[in-house]
């Protein structure tokens, strides 16, 4: 395997963030310059030097850190359990969102990988620095970071697993809402099995996305 295969392949690092690392030699292998081509090995080390300029700088304002309901967090990424009624991100610069309020709670800016609809409570991804984002966004493409909902629906839900198919736009008299839409709407694709039947003819289900289409 090439440096250049290593880097898209494997570590997923998009083509600009590449062009960046290739034309400013910030790629070492075992401490050393190498060419593109060249080929690594298993036990290689290696080690890649980003620079920030290479990344537009993000100022936002700070919320409330008490707000935040920590999940899991390391040196490069922080999940926190967002609940129902907050925006993951505002519409406007001095909008207060859970994007504020983590990076208040982290002491640095913050960066949205995947969203949940205010309506929504749930777990929620940010990227603590702009070198690891687009690695992120690119494993969440690949399906390598699986997401699901479990959702409480009206009615009675089969023991069968249902996977719904279709294509999903704007709702043209109210632009907050979704509706399938089979001409210009972008296909949709989400898995759905039965977790428990209550009695009062509800049921809680298990959603997988297979497309990330808000519906």
């Not at 999940?71 to 504020?100: C, F, R, S």
């Not at 913050?110 to 603590?128: I, N, P, Q, W």
């Not at 984002?133 to 690949?142: A, F, V």
């Amino acid at each position: 395997m090439t440096v250049k295969q290593f880097l898209e392949e494997q570590l997923l690092i998009p083509r600009k963030i590449r062009h960046f690392l290739r034309t400013k030699k910030n790629i070492l292998i075992n401490h050393k310059e190498v060419h593109w081509n060249e080929m690594v090995k298993p036990g290689d080390v290696c080690q890649l030097t980003f620079d920030e300029e290479d990344y537009p700088k993000k100022e936002i304002l700070w919320g409330n850190p008490d707000l935040v309901q920590e999940v899991y967090q390391d040196q490069h990424l922080i999940i926190v359990n967002k609940p129902e009624g907050m925006k993951t991100h505002g519409n406007q610069p001095d909008e207060i969102a859970l994007l504020n309020h983590v990076s208040a709670y982290i002491g640095q800016t913050c960066y949205v990988v995947h969203r949940l609809d205010m309506e929504t409570s749930g777990l929620v991804l940010f990227a603590k620095n702009p070198f690891i984002l687009p690695i992120l966004n690119r494993l969440l493409e690949k399906k390598e970071i699986a997401r699901e909902y479990w959702a409480l629906v009206k009615g009675q839900v089969g023991n069968k697993e249902l996977i719904f198919r279709d294509k999903i736009g704007r709702d043209r008299h109210d632009r907050r809402k979704r509706v399938v839409d089979p001409k210009k709407g972008q296909h949709a694709e989400t898995q759905v099995s039965r977790l428990k039947q209550f009695p009062n003819q509800t049921t809680l289900v298990r959603c997988k996305l297979k497309t990330g289409r808000t519906h």
